[in-house]
């Protein structure tokens, strides 16, 4: 199976700021590493896949970047409404999530 | 736009098996294209990939759970459906039906329904 290391676990960050997620493999899964955001009480909304690639409405502030093992979610600009939980998901082989990083006001 | 809307009893007893549904509007399972896939979540929790089905049939599970999981499809009702076995509390869990591997079998998974809580309690 592969495993996915996502860090930090929660961050605290003001609007404005540029915030940095990063998820590891296990193992090189190409570029086969997708972003979801959840909000309370809400289905996860997928916000990039492919490593890199914006899913359509997605605002532009979000961008994905990494290959291999190591890929990076940045949030540039954080606005109120991206306060949420961000996971990141391997589709290489079958499916595996992240842990979770939870984006908290400061 | 593709729908998806789990359905099933909220409340479960210990050892029995849990049966929920997914039924999909807005596209068709059997056109292919797609994995149907099963998430759960526990309470305050990360996600957690349960296992998909294409519409030939083909499974694949979570190997922590394949004992205990069936996933099927109903492609004449456009719906799928799990069956998990020997509940316990620790299947406590919000369960989400979606849709996946848009694009290929190494796809994201795109559409989410809204998710069912099931609680394991006699």
């Known amino acids: 199976d592969i495993q996915v290391t996502q860090s930090p676990s929660s961050l605290s960050a003001s609007v404005g700021d540029r915030v940095t997620i990063t998820c590891r493999a296990s193992q090189s899964i190409s570029r086969f590493l997708n972003w979801y955001q959840q909000k309370p009480g809400k289905a996860p909304k997928l916000l990039i896949y492919?490593?890199?690639s914006l899913e359509s409405g997605v605002p532009s502030r979000f961008s994905g970047s990494g290959s291999g093992a190591d890929f990076t979610l940045t949030i540039s600009n954080l606005q109120p409404e991206d306060f949420a939980t961000y996971y990141c998901?391997?589709?290489?082989?079958?499916?595996?999530f992240g842990q979770g990083t939870k984006v908290e006001i400061k | 736009q593709v729908q998806l809307q789990e359905s099933g009893p909220g409340l479960v007893k210990p050892s029995q098996t849990l049966s929920l549904t997914c039924n999909v509007s807005?596209?068709?399972?059997?056109?292919?294209?797609?994995?149907w896939t099963w998430i759960r979540q526990h309470p305050g929790k990360g996600l957690e990939w349960i296992g998909y089905i294409y519409h030939t049939g083909t499974t694949y599970y979570n190997p922590s759970l394949k004992s205990r999981i069936t996933i099927s499809v109903d492609t004449s009702k456009n719906q799928f459906s799990l069956r998990l076995t020997s509940v316990t509390a620790a299947d406590t869990a919000l369960y989400y039906c979606a849709r996946d591997a848009r694009g290929g079998y190494s796809g994201p998974t795109d559409h989410w329904g809204q998710g069912i809580l099931v609680t394991v309690s006699s």
């Open positions: 998901q391997q589709s290489y082989s079958t499916r595996t």
């Open positions: 807005g596209g068709s399972i059997s056109s292919g294209g797609y994995y």
């Open positions: 492919a490593a890199s």
